[in-house]
């Protein structure tokens, strides 16, 4: 027998024309083996690729342009943005509880804040307060960075409430918190949809109630080329002056106006079904906007910007990063433990609407990847650095081939291998000085992280000994120990390196 709040949900379905194909949701207790509760969805019959098992008619769906809040108020008045403007319009939607339009949609949401770790350093209980702590330098604090455009996730979310939906809510006649505004931020944080042109991102009723993993069966399919005015599919008066482009959506009906969760892998009946909002995301991503982390992780990774890279390193940044490409080629690549291409590793899923923007894909990853690789971008900028020193050049006299030449003597080393280059102790010394380099970084990242004096089998220690209700602690604790792991492997490896230069040029001291 269904739950309450799982029977107010599929009765919400009906009302609306939302319509389930082939799938049962149910609602598991926290009592529930393997730490999995909540809602979920089970596969009723043995699905395929292509089925489709729920249609969500864009009607029926929570943004901007359904709520009635924004109705009458133009996009400058709420600064544009997307996220805080649905999570205005959620937060007003909940505040009307039974008389919302949504009510039977909205009560099967999360009652509690969402354990996103972008909220943590202003959450006031401990096991928030502790968590917050064990980010201190650590990738995840660098998303909440970006999230906050530069101040903190919990900063532009106080500074928008106070500034802007607070007259709002006031004209309305309604009473939100700011705590009741950072439940609704994480919310959208965690939960919502990039829908099409007209409604932005969305609250999609069905579609969330799919929980997240890396190798998921389901997606979300939406026709995102419709009228940004009115959303209309087809033609219609807005088109008038626009020079008429066909599209995927030509032909169809407004009835035809869904959100469609298409199979994408098979599943057996009484299979829990997964959604993916992207499949490439790093668990430092999924903590902060998505409140988990995936064992395991192989998209995981330490990354740097350009401006905290030391400042020898900075110069390369500055520079046109097309000159050096080639250097690392695919024969190196496969033959090296120490570097890797980031182009080449699993790209993100055709399957993607993610909440957040998508990164420049030309900007420079300065990166160490889940196994101790550091990324091309941050091999050449080191690689740079190294060779200035070794020789005094300046950076328009270092040419692609003397770089070239120090990846190929690096692999050879690797690989105990002769090293047969020109200048032999000139490229064994910019070895040596790039190996530092990238030990640096790793050391200077270590000792800003949270109690650095501790070690892996200590950190796994304390979070061995945590208590299983301080969910956000364990998370913390577990995410900066993989990112120790991680910077540490890549140190030591660039230690084995100096190792074999020693063992090479016994005399070079």
């Known amino acids: 027998m269904a739950s309450s709040r799982i029977q107010a949900l599929i009765d919400w379905c ?69 996220v805080m403007e649905l999570t205005l319009v959620l937060a007003y939607e909940l505040s009307l509880g039974e008389k919302s339009i949504w009510a039977g949609y909205l009560q099967s949401l999360p009652h509690e804040q969402v354990t996103v770790a972008a909220l943590w350093d202003e959450n006031e209980d401990k096991d928030s307060q502790y968590a917050a702590m064990w980010l201190q ?102 088109d008038e002056d626009d020079q008429q482009i066909p599209s995927l959506s030509e032909g169809k009906t407004d009835l035809e106006n869904t959100c469609d969760m298409v199979m994408n892998a098979p599943a057996s009946a009484g299979d829990e079904i997964f959604n993916s909002y992207d499949t490439n995301l790093p668990n430092s991503t999924l903590l902060a906007r998505y409140g988990f982390i995936l064992e395991g992780n192989e998209h995981d990774y330490v990354s740097w910007d350009a401006v905290s890279l030391p400042p020898s390193m900075q110069g390369y940044t500055r520079a046109p990063s097309e000159e050096f490409t080639g250097i690392w080629t695919e024969e190196l690549l496969n033959d090296t433990s120490l570097v890797y291409d980031y182009h080449n590793t699993p790209g993100t899923s055709v399957y993607t609407d993610s909440t957040w923007h998508i990164p420049n894909p030309t900007k420079p990853h300065y990166r160490v990847n889940s196994d ?4 091309i971008d941050l091999w050449t900028a080191a690689a740079v650095c190294s060779v200035k020193m070794a020789g005094g050049n300046h950076l328009g006299s270092i040419s692609k081939h003397s770089l070239m030449e120090l990846a190929r003597v690096q692999v050879a080393l690797e690989n ?89 040029i016994p005399d070079s001291t």
């Open 14 to 82: 009906y009302q609306h024309q939302v319509a389930l194909s082939n799938i049962t949701i149910i609602d598991r207790p926290a009592e529930s083996p393997a730490d999995i509760f909540g809602i979920t969805v089970l596969a009723d019959s043995n699905l395929d690729n292509l089925d489709v098992v729920a249609k969500i008619p864009k009607s029926s769906i929570l943004s901007r342009r359904t709520s009635q809040l924004l109705s009458d108020i133009p996009d400058s008045d709420t600064n544009s943005d997307d």
């Open 137 to 238: 330098e650590t990738e995840t604090a660098r998303v909440i960075l970006e999230l906050g455009a530069g101040h903190t996730a919990s900063q532009s979310i106080s500074g928008y409430y106070n500034r802007v939906a607070c007259p709002i809510f006031y004209q309305a006649g309604r009473k939100v918190t700011l705590s009741d505004f950072r439940r609704a931020w994480s919310l959208v944080s965690s939960r919502s949809f990039r829908v099409d042109s007209y409604h932005g991102l969305a609250m999609v009723p069905i579609a969330d109630a799919f929980n997240h993993i890396g190798e998921n069966q389901v997606h979300i399919e939406t026709d995102f080329d419709v009228c940004p005015i009115c959303g209309s599919l087809q033609s219609c008066p807005h």
């Open 372 to 375: 101790g690789l550091v990324s």
């Open 416 to 504: 105990s291998e002769n090293t047969d280059a020109g200048d032999l102790a000139t490229v064994w010394l910019q070895l040596r000085i790039l190996a530092n380099l990238v030990q640096d970084l790793c050391r200077s990242r270590l000792e800003g992280m949270y109690r650095p004096e501790l070690s892996i089998p200590e950190c796994g220690d304390l979070l061995d000994n945590l208590p299983a209700t301080m969910v956000r602690s364990r998370m913390a604790v577990a995410q900066a120990l993989s990112e120790r792991a991680t910077l540490i492997a890549c140190r030591d490896g660039w230690g084995d390196l100096i190792t074999s230069l020693d063992e090479a």
